[in-house]
């Protein structure tokens, strides 16, 4: 996820969540009903449907546009080839589009030598209902992801530690645990109709790595049960787990790239210089981890009629409803290159973002021909002289880059200059923007 990485390389190459902090957030232990078996199941040999795990992780998928967003707007930046591209103009059809119900496989393996401290019920709840929720607010309503655990542990065949567990995982050891883990859950587990498939771990066996959870997806995919997986979760999370861990890979499986900054090895630089706290797939320990309004663009959480884009010379006012909120603008998106973009949001300290340090407008560049991990959007800091709470942000620096009203941002070639005119009783928040004349102030920098 780190990096780029040719598509046709065929190896164990997953997606990796952000760095982990030195306290984690519990959460509340919660009943969750498990349905019924769908079927009796035959017996029968694994080996076949799993022999292509010797040579299938790979970084993408062979790949082709599902269908063609509106034509004509000026604003929809074209999908690249860059992992997890943040172009809108098309769905790419490998990734499953989450809008309306979901249904969510969650299964539970233990080693040889140790015995859980934990019922998979408790593990379960440490990821859910929190993941369900903290979606359920981003999409307002719009998809609903439910899950069904398993009722038991299941044994693999190898202790953890054979497996060699880690962040920077080998390939090979990787694809050995994804073939034990299918083998060991087939006979009893039915995979049938499941979108997303979570394969967890016993927090407490030795060898298992928290660094390790992440998605991994399958050049091409395994058929288990009639159903085609091409991604799979794997999950290696302590007890109680890094808060949002889960709700950030997932957003992985929706085709939503990383947002962070992964610093050489043995570099102190900063994970987050990219978007702070400002956005779920940037940091799952965010103040404001909602995500960006664009992301909700390209997932279809908000429609076409909710962007306005700017595309010519003048001067526009918008009223901008809140990101956290249904209903109203949700984005103005001002074309900036072939592959690029300003875009413009209002942020508000509710809903999943009810711990943000500041309110205000948010101006962000994107960037569609920029891998995940890379950059492909990076958050304007409307205080570049300033920043706000040191002790709880990921990155104080942009803790405070939101617009508030009478403030302005001029991008630096003076083309467009973004002013925040009002922030008005129904919460909306009016923008004034120039557009297609210098504004002389070359520094890029809010006045």
């Known amino acids: 996820m780190w990096g780029r990485c040719p598509e046709r390389v065929h190896e164990s190459s997953p997606e990796v969540h ?27 040999s694994a080996a076949a ?22 034509v004509g707007s000026a604003c929809l930046l074209p999908r690249t080839g860059a992992h997890h591209s943040e172009g809108v103009d098309t ?16 299964v539970f393996l233990d080693f040889p030598g140790t015995a859980p401290d934990l019922t998979t019920q408790q593990v379960a709840a440490d990821h859910f209902p929190a993941t369900t929720r903290f979606f359920d607010r981003a999409s307002y309503g719009r998809f609903d992801l439910g899950v069904h655990p398993v009722t038991r542990w299941l044994r693999m065949p190898r202790p953890a530690t054979d497996y060699a567990i880690s962040r920077d995982w080998n390939a090979a050891d990787r694809t050995a645990y994804l073939r034990d883990a299918i083998a060991a859950a087939d006979p009893v587990v039915d995979f049938h109709g499941y979108d997303v498939v979570y394969l967890v771990a016993d927090p407490d066996a030795p060898g298992v790595d928290s660094d390790a959870t992440k998605v991994v997806n399958l050049s091409t995919p395994i058929t288990v049960d009639g159903t085609p997986l091409r991604r799979l979760v794997t999950v290696f999370e302590r007890h109680p787990p890094d808060r949002n861990v889960l709700a950030h890979e997932t957003g992985h ?24 706290d400002w956005d779920l797939m940037g940091s799952q320990f965010g103040l ?15 429609t076409s009629d909710q962007v306005g884009c700017v595309t010519r010379a003048g001067t526009t006012y918008r009223d901008l409803s809140p990101d956290e909120t249904p209903g109203g603008t949700k984005l103005i998106v001002v074309r900036t290159g072939p592959d690029t973009a300003l875009a413009i949001e209002a942020r508000t300290a509710t809903g999943n973002d009810h711990a943000a340090c500041r309110q205000g407008v948010l101006l962000y560049k994107v960037r569609s021909d920029v891998e995940s991990g890379d950059g492909p959007i990076a958050v304007i800091d409307g205080h570049p002289h300033t920043s706000a709470c040191r002790a709880t942000s990921v990155y104080p620096p942009l803790a405070d880059a939101p617009l508030g009203v009478g403030e302005s941002y ?16 129904d919460g909306t928040w009016t923008v004034k923007i120039v557009e297609g004349s210098p504004v002389g102030d070359d520094t890029g920098h809010r006045s």
Request: charged letters at 15%.
């Open 49 to 70: 449907a799993l022999s292509v795990f010797s040579a299938v992780v790979a970084w993408t998928l062979t790949t082709g546009p599902a269908a063609s967003a509106a």
């Open 18 to 44: 952000v760095r982990r902090s030195a306290s984690s957030s519990g959460s509340s232990v919660v009943s969750i009903g498990v349905p019924p078996r769908a079927r009796r199941r035959v017996l029968r």
């Open 410 to 425: 001029a991008v630096p070639d003076g083309s467009t200059r973004v002013t925040v005119t009002a922030h008005n009783s």
């Open 253 to 276: 499986v929706f085709d939503l790239p990383d947002l962070y900054y992964r610093p050489p090895a043995g570099s102190n630089a900063d994970w987050d210089t990219h978007v702070g």
């Open 288 to 302: 404001a981890p909602d995500l960006f309004a664009w992301h909700k663009w390209k997932l279809g959480w908000i």
């Open 91 to 106: 769905w790419e059809s490998g990734y499953a589009r989450p809008t309306g119900h979901m249904k969510a496989l969650m």
